[in-house]
């Protein structure tokens, strides 16, 4: 939350002017001092996540850092404080058939918080040149996503052309490496793209911590100043299982012979000692409370939204396709799928009863990042469509509408406000964004 301070000292009264930014404001000050001011390097990234301790009473975690009063502060019996909220928030407006609506008026836009109703005095399209955004790809190049890398990286490119001149990047991967920093140097961002895909040429392949680099990125790589950060968080989500807490990963599968089931238990045991000190209610919370928009990417068939048949027949479909390569076996590959089958029963109903619970609370775990940072979820499914998903998010980012408002709900309270959005006379549209804020506390 930007503050800035303004004081003017009369004997024993410090008068402090105090505008309070909450999510963006956009200004010509402000934009001004945005193209001007040299963004400091990110330093140690994820040096976050060591700082991070359980307060168990509060059961979420919280940073060792220090939280002394500064001895800078002011005395706050000698001041007057004059204070300014603006309030913004980034939407997407969709018809019935989810085709963007590309040109309302501030007068056809409605909002309330918390029912009251709110007088918009900031309304901009996404694709003004004036207003950077600062974008984080966070990518993960684990074994599972090797199908969907190349594609990935050369989709990456192309959306890496497209950036405005104002705009920022910065490329984080999955094992919380800060690939290469803010930057608009394009040629720069695509060579570290195509390094991504050496390094997996090579064996070297991400650590499949994908929620921890996302927590260090939300902690450490937006400023103040970013006013548009947004996330794009490609991963298939499999460390869920190894947070705090799990979600999912804590049963054993049913179908399994005894030494497989021992092998499960072995994997779970050293999940349950990786130090990770968060919960994903945790990482839901810190999304919350940041600023950033986040689009999820999952590589892989979509479970959500299925009945539980076809969740298990897009499973069954799955693993054949792994173990069928063309449709052509040899005697060797024969021998291969049946020690397989007979191994793992990979295709025992239980197993894959299973196995598809434990997808869709993946899927699930992902996509409520995305709802609760004003963005949306995609499948890639196939490679081939890693084009045209980098594509629809660069197009939501351009036609996206950032609505600023000055509440009527003063209060510093830092309590969680409802935003809702309507177009006057249609009740048909759909309106996608962040749906709520935390007021700032005293």
Same mark, same amino acid.
């Given at each position: 939350?930007?503050?800035?301070?303004?004081?003017?000292?009369?004997?024993?009264?410090?008068?402090?002017? &105090?505008?309070?930014?909450?999510?963006?404001?956009?200004?010509?000050?402000?934009?001004?001092?945005?193209?001007?001011?040299?963004?400091?390097?990110?330093?140690?990234?994820?040096?976050?996540?060591?700082?991070?301790?359980?307060?168990?009473?509060?059961?979420?975690?919280?940073?060792?850092?220090?939280?002394?009063?500064?001895?800078?502060?002011?005395?706050?019996?000698?001041?007057?404080?004059?204070?300014?909220?603006?309030?913004?928030?980034?939407?997407?407006?969709?018809?019935?058939?989810?085709?963007?609506?590309?040109?309302?008026?501030?007068?056809?836009?409605?909002?309330?918080?918390?029912?009251?109703?709110?007088?918009? $005095?900031?309304?901009?399209?996404?694709?003004?040149?004036?207003?950077?955004?600062?974008?984080?790809?966070?990518?993960?190049?684990?074994?599972?996503?090797?199908?969907?890398?190349?594609?990935?990286?050369?989709?990456?490119?192309?959306?890496?052309?497209?950036?405005?001149?104002?705009?920022?990047?910065?490329?984080?991967?999955?094992?919380?490496?800060?690939?290469?920093?803010?930057?608009?140097?394009?040629?720069?961002?695509?060579?570290?793209?195509?390094?991504?895909?050496?390094?997996?040429?090579?064996?070297?392949?991400?650590?499949?911590?994908?929620?921890?680099?996302?927590?260090?990125?939300?902690?450490?790589?937006?400023?103040?100043?970013?006013?548009?950060?947004?996330?794009?968080?490609?991963?298939?989500?499999?460390?869920?299982?190894?947070?705090?807490?799990?979600?999912?990963?804590?049963?054993?599968?049913?179908?399994?012979?005894?030494?497989?089931?021992?092998?499960?238990?072995?994997?779970?045991?050293?999940?349950?000692?990786?130090?990770?000190?968060?919960?994903?209610?945790?990482?839901?919370?810190?999304?919350?409370?940041?600023?950033?928009? $986040?689009?999820? $990417?999952?590589?892989?068939?979509?479970?959500?939204?299925?009945?539980?048949?076809?969740?298990?027949?897009?499973?069954?479909?799955?693993?054949?396709?792994?173990?069928?390569?063309?449709?052509?076996?040899?005697?060797?590959?024969?021998?291969?799928?049946?020690?397989?089958?007979?191994?793992?029963?990979?295709?025992?109903?239980?197993?894959?009863?299973?196995?598809?619970?434990?997808?869709?609370?993946?899927?699930?775990?992902?996509?409520?990042?995305?709802?609760?940072?004003?963005?949306?979820?995609?499948?890639?499914?196939?490679?081939?469509?890693?084009?045209? &998903?980098?594509?629809?998010?660069? $197009?939501?980012?351009?036609?996206?509408?950032?609505?600023?408002?000055?509440?009527?709900?003063?209060?510093?309270?830092?309590?969680?406000?409802?935003?809702?959005?309507?177009?006057?006379?249609?009740?048909?549209?759909?309106?996608?964004?962040?749906?709520?804020?935390?007021?700032?506390?005293?």
């Amino acid at each position: 939350m930007a503050v800035l301070l303004l004081l003017m000292r009369s004997k024993q009264i410090t008068i402090v002017l &105090i505008v309070t930014l909450v999510i963006g404001v956009f200004d010509s000050s402000i934009l001004a001092q945005s193209k001007q001011k040299q963004r400091p390097k990110l330093k140690d990234f994820g040096f976050s996540l060591d700082r991070l301790k359980r307060d168990a009473p509060k059961k979420q975690p919280v940073s060792r850092k220090d939280e002394m009063k500064s001895e800078t502060e002011l005395d706050e019996g000698d001041v007057i404080r004059i204070e300014s909220n603006l309030v913004t928030s980034e939407i997407s407006v969709l018809d019935d058939r989810g085709n963007l609506i590309q040109n309302l008026s501030p007068d056809e836009l409605v909002v309330t918080e918390d029912g009251e109703p709110q007088k918009v $005095v900031h309304f901009l399209r996404g694709d003004d040149k004036k207003i950077p955004r600062t974008i984080v790809l966070l990518i993960d190049y684990s074994g599972s996503q090797l199908p969907y890398i190349r594609r990935s990286i050369d989709a990456a490119k192309v959306l890496v052309d497209k950036l405005l001149p104002l705009d920022v990047m910065a490329i984080v991967t999955d094992d919380v490496d800060l690939l290469i920093d803010f930057t608009n140097d394009k040629e720069k961002l695509k060579q570290k793209l195509e390094s991504l895909f050496e390094r997996t040429q090579a064996g070297r392949l991400g650590r499949s911590v994908q929620y921890s680099a996302l927590m260090a990125t939300l902690n450490e790589a937006f400023s103040e100043e970013d006013l548009r950060p947004i996330i794009i968080f490609q991963t298939d989500g499999d460390q869920l299982g190894s947070l705090r807490d799990p979600v999912v990963g804590l049963e054993i599968p049913p179908d399994l012979p005894k030494h497989l089931r021992d092998e499960v238990v072995r994997r779970r045991e050293r999940s349950a000692g990786s130090g990770v000190e968060f919960t994903l209610f945790d990482v839901y919370r810190t999304v919350e409370r940041s600023r950033a928009t $986040v689009y999820t $990417v999952i590589p892989g068939f979509r479970l959500l939204s299925k009945s539980q048949e076809e969740q298990v027949e897009t499973l069954r479909k799955l693993q054949q396709t792994m173990l069928i390569r063309d449709g052509k076996w040899s005697r060797e590959e024969q021998e291969k799928y049946k020690a397989i089958k007979d191994e793992w029963r990979i295709f025992s109903p239980a197993n894959l009863v299973f196995a598809a619970r434990e997808q869709l609370i993946t899927q699930q775990a992902l996509h409520g990042v995305a709802s609760r940072a004003g963005g949306w979820t995609e499948f890639l499914e196939a490679p081939e469509q890693a084009d045209g &998903i980098y594509n629809r998010v660069l $197009v939501d980012i351009d036609h996206r509408y950032i609505v600023g408002y000055y509440p009527t709900n003063k209060a510093h309270d830092g309590t969680k406000r409802k935003i809702k959005f309507f177009v006057k006379d249609h009740p048909e549209y759909k309106v996608v964004g962040r749906n709520w804020y935390y007021a700032p506390a005293q």
